[in-house]
Antibody
Framework: QVQLQESGPGLVKPSQTLSLTCTVSGGSISSGDYYWSWIRQPPGKGLEWIGYIYYSGSTYYNPSLKSRVTISVDTSKNQFSLKLSSVTAADTAVYYC??????????WGQGTLVTVSS | DVVMTQSPLSLPVTLGQPASISCRSSQSLVYSDGNTYLNWFQQRPGQSPRRLIYKVSNRDSGVPDRFSGSGSGTDFTLKISRVEAEDVGVYYCMQGTHWPPNFGGGTKVEIK
């Protein structure tokens, strides 16, 4: 069974870039079975899909965040990463990585809280 | 984008009683392959979301049979036949038929 684990700084200053990494275990990121996705959840609010990447490097982003988001993949490390630039307090959220089958999100990481504050 | 609307926002339920959550989409969720990619997720307090139901009515492995999904087109329902204490949390519907994938706003199930 695929397992995912997020890692990265829990505190980011306003206007800086948020960077997170998701490590995949129990399966190869290069298998082609999934798109590798990021989803976020502001405190007390709902779920927002950020974007996903295929092992080949093809990326798909939520139009509302596209100008600030970059997702990349490192198949040698079985990892994929998120960068969100020019962050504000509105980007404070729990960030989840998840596997996307093309139609739904099968496996999720435990999530990591990122707070944007000076 | 497809808009997913859930109701109610909050659902207080007595233990052992049934619960029903509605999810409506702004467009039909029937895909060109004939499947309807409407999924339900449960998020218990302090946990990450867990998929309960996929393609409208298929329960995931390990999901109790008191959970059931139904519906078609634009109207969908998640039912809990007899609510137990472990069912407390927020439930989200999610559509994967149209790009981008997106979630409903969530329904919070709590015990009266």
């Amino acid at each position: 069974q695929v397992q995912l684990q997020e890692s990265g700084p829990g505190l980011v200053k306003p206007s800086q870039t948020l960077s997170l990494t998701c490590t995949v275990s129990g399966g190869s990121i290069s298998s082609g079975d999934y798109y590798w996705s990021w989803i976020r959840q502001p405190p007390g609010k709902g779920l927002e899909w950020i974007g996903y990447i295929y092992y080949s490097g093809s990326t798909y982003y939520n139009p509302s965040l596209k100008s600030r988001v970059t997702i990349s993949v490192d198949t040698s490390k079985n990892q994929f990463s998120l960068k969100l630039s020019s962050v504000t307090a509105a980007d404070t959220a729990v960030y989840y990585c998840a596997s996307y089958s093309g139609y739904d999100f099968d496996y999720w990481g435990q999530g990591t809280l990122v707070t944007v504050s000076s | 984008d497809v808009v997913m609307t859930q109701s109610p926002l909050s659902l207080p339920v007595t233990l052992g009683q049934p619960a029903s959550i509605s999810c409506r989409s702004s467009q039909s969720l029937v895909y060109s392959d004939g499947n309807t990619y409407l999924n339900w997720f449960q998020q218990r307090p302090g946990q990450s979301p867990r998929r309960l139901i996929y393609k409208v009515s298929n329960r995931d492995s390990g999901v109790p049979d008191r959970f059931s999904g139904s519906g078609s087109g634009t109207d969908f329902t998640l039912k809990i036949s007899r609510v137990e204490a472990e069912d407390v949390g927020v439930y989200y519907c999610m559509q994967g038929t149209h790009w981008p994938p997106n979630f409903g706003g969530g329904t919070k199930v709590e015990i009266k």
